[in-house]
């Protein structure tokens, strides 16, 4: 009932710039929160930042001051800006989305089908 769409990843090299994008459609009544979690091989999937309806934001020690997450609430779509990215930051990058249903107001949980961000020389 509820599809998230994501865009953006790719290749790029020590240093650069990624933009991710995702974008929610469905039954959807409202949305809560919008993150983005990571997982690189072998590795637990963790979260990266996340953004309230009212734009309160929550980021890890790993991505501060080089991570940005924002949203547009018209448009369901949430975005991470990546500068300064770094080998580490290597890893499938997933949405997760959570809200309310139309039908009956039940709350979602949804992820989306995740894009591969991989910085190398």
């Known amino acids: 009932q509820v599809q998230l769409v994501e865009s953006g990843g790719g290749l790029v090299q020590p240093g650069g710039s990624l933009r991710l994008s995702c974008a929610a459609s469905?039954?959807?009544?409202?949305?809560?929160?919008m993150g983005w979690y990571r997982q690189a091989p072998g590795k637990q999937r963790e979260l990266v930042a996340a953004?309230?309806?009212?734009?309160?934001?929550t980021d890890t020690d790993s991505t501060k001051g080089r991570f940005t997450i924002s949203r547009d609430n018209a448009k369901n779509t949430v975005y991470l800006q990546m500068n300064s990215l770094k080998p580490e930051d290597t890893a499938v990058y997933y949405c997760?989305?959570?809200?309310?249903?139309?039908?009956?107001?039940?709350?979602?949980?949804?992820w989306g089908q995740g894009t591969q961000v991989t910085v190398s020389s």
């Open positions: 997760n989305v959570q809200g309310a249903l139309v039908v009956g107001g039940r709350t979602f949980s949804s």
């Open positions: 469905g039954s959807i009544l409202s949305i809560y929160v």
């Open positions: 953004i309230t309806s009212g734009g309160t934001t």
